[in-house]
């Protein structure tokens, strides 16, 4: 940490700056001192430096690049000409103030951005946020360590009996003590098939503390960068700024430049004999039962299937089944996307009218009209009022999804950052995201011309129409995909239908598909 003087009146006047979420995650990991020797975010060059040769500027190993970046005009605000002068109050999601950067370095990344390095100082105590009982400081937490060995695991997912056995088994064979880490940086843990909003994570481990040696279970506000080798070292060197001296990893033997040895996980089976977990090797084959894959693990649950005993405890079982419910049971997000007049509110409405006639589920629609009036009323077409009216439609649209619902929306959405950002708030709301492309052709929408704005945009009357004079960027991979010139109406609504049918989303027998 710094020791730099920072007086009050400076700190006042100080222009204050909220990060994104993954800053304020670094942020978070820098104060507590688990980014030793890190004290603050890296400037440019470095940076340039940490992600071409995984090097400090003075040379010593580092995985990542830990960066903040600034939109220039708070920049500008902070490069006052004297020196001391030179810092940002960093403020939190909620608007308080948590830290302060002494800016060293401010370099411009394009016209609208500036990287800030320099160090960091603690200006007040964050002691909000979920499971902050779980947060510790590298000396919080080795106060609680009962044996000179700790063994840490990042634990990734949910705990079943195969890994339980796995650190069980380690711990025993090293004599240490358990550190399990549970990152938090993310919205949401693990990666396809099987992911879980951070605080069921949480949920899933806190479930199976009972079936752990000595352990101490932390949260860490460490995130998934996308690399998983750098994101494997980086986890390493947290591990060891934690006073780990092992670490359980499926990921390689990562240590990250640290002096903690990484320990590889043998591959455990089931002995249907006895039913104990231990090395699949030492199963004869016809008693060896492998553990199950995340994927049929997701598919269990969205079935509404329980985890079997033999392989996750009960309690463990029963965290998972609330927290992913059975897909009947589960909140849904059903995004139509596509050119004006392709048909998404038609195909909407029918979804909806079907619906609302089975009563299976409840469900709120969110139709162009009544967005534009009331959701997002005074937004325009420019690029940004159309993020902001689809980045909103999404917000609404998982927050159904969170209490269970089905919301039906059917904005044209034509930029695919835009679709990807609503499908992320869904999956952080614990709900399911099915994109629904109205492929239907320019011509034949043109031809349609409900309203008569492709004539007027053919004229210019219009500016900024999307097929015409602005761009809509087709979706790659939609989970279905409509072209209604091809089929009718009630072919194009019963082919959703049938979709969320068979995906598990509806009850087969309802009414609909008659
Ligand atoms: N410039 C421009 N470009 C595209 N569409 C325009 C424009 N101006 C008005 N309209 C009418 O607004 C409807 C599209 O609004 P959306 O909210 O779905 O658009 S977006 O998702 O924000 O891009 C869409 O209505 P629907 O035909 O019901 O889709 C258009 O008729
Ligand atoms: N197979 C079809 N599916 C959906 N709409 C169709 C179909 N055939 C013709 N249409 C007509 O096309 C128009 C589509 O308009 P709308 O649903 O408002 O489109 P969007 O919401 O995509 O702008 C409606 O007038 C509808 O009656």
């Known amino acids: 940490m710094s ?60 995985p990542t690049p830990v960066t903040l970046d600034i939109p220039t005009s708070i920049a500008e605000e902070v490069d006052h000409e004297e020196r001391r002068r030179r810092v940002l109050r960093i403020t939190d999601a909620e608007g308080a103030p948590v830290a302060a950067v002494e800016c060293h370095q401010l370099d411009p990344l394009g016209p609208d951005m500036v990287r800030v390095g320099g160090p960091v100082r603690r200006i007040a105590e964050a002691e909000t946020g ?32 195969p890994q339980l056995a796995q650190i069980t088994r380690a711990a025993h064979t090293l004599a ?104 699949i090797d ?75 006639e089975s009563g299976d589920r409840t469900v709120s629609l969110f139709d162009g009209d009544v967005v534009r009036q009331l959701l997002s009323s005074g937004l325009g077409f420019s690029q940004t009022d159309r993020s902001t009216n689809v980045r909103r439609i999404g917000y609404v649209a998982a927050e159904v999804g969170r209490h269970g619902g089905i919301a039906l929306a059917c904005p044209i959405a034509p930029y695919v950052a835009d679709r990807d950002v609503a499908k992320a708030l869904a999956d952080a709301a614990g709900a399911d995201f099915v994109l629904v492309h109205v492929a239907t052709p320019l011509e034949v929408c043109e031809a349609r011309d409900r309203k008569g704005l492709y004539a007027k945009a053919r004229a210019g009357k219009i500016k900024e129409f999307t097929g015409i004079s602005d761009p809509y960027e087709e979706p790659t991979n939609p989970e279905l995909t409509i072209d209604t010139s091809k089929i009718s109406v009630d072919q194009g609504v019963d082919k959703v239908m049938e979709y969320l049918t068979d995906g598990g989303w509806l009850e087969p027998s309802g009414l609909h598909l008659g």
């Open 130 to 161: 979920i499971f902050s009982d779980l947060r510790a400081t590298p000396e919080e937490a080795k106060e609680t360590y009962t044996k000179p060995r700790v063994l840490a695991h990042i634990v990734q997912g949910p705990l079943h009996r």
């Open 282 to 356: 030492e199963i004869e084959p016809p008693f060896q039962r492998a553990g199950l894959t995340d994927a049929e693990v997701a598919d269990m649950l969205d079935r509404g299937f329980g985890l079997p005993e033999w392989h996750t405890p009960p309690a463990v079982a029963a965290e998972l089944r609330r927290t992913r419910p059975p897909r009947r049971e589960r909140g849904l997000v059903v995004f139509f996307t596509g050119l004006s007049g392709s048909g998404k509110s038609t195909i909407a409405r029918g979804v909806h009218e079907t619906l609302v």
């Open 3 to 62: 020791d730099w003087v920072l007086p009050d009146e400076i700190l006042a006047e100080a222009p204050s700056h909220t990060p994104l979420p993954h800053e304020l995650a670094d942020l978070e990991l820098l104060l507590c001192g688990a980014y030793q020797p890190l004290t603050g975010f890296m400037s440019a060059q470095e940076a340039r430096q940490v992600s071409e040769a995984a090097r400090l500027l003075d040379g010593s190993s580092w």
């Open 176 to 279: 240490a003590h358990v550190l399990l880490m549970i990152p938090t940086g993310n919205a949401v843990a693990g990666s396809p098939p099987l992911r879980l909003p951070a605080a069921a994570l949480v949920r899933s481990i806190l479930a199976a503390k009972d079936r752990l040696p000595a352990a101490t279970i932390i949260t860490v506000p460490l995130s998934q960068r996308g690399d998983k080798i750098r994101d494997g070292l980086l986890s390493a060197r947290v591990a060891a700024a934690y006073g780990a001296t092992h670490l359980l990893t499926g990921s390689g033997a990562l240590s990250g430049g640290t002096k903690v040895r990484a320990m590889l996980p043998r591959e455990l089976g089931y002995d249907t004999r006895d039913g104990q977990w231990r090395a």
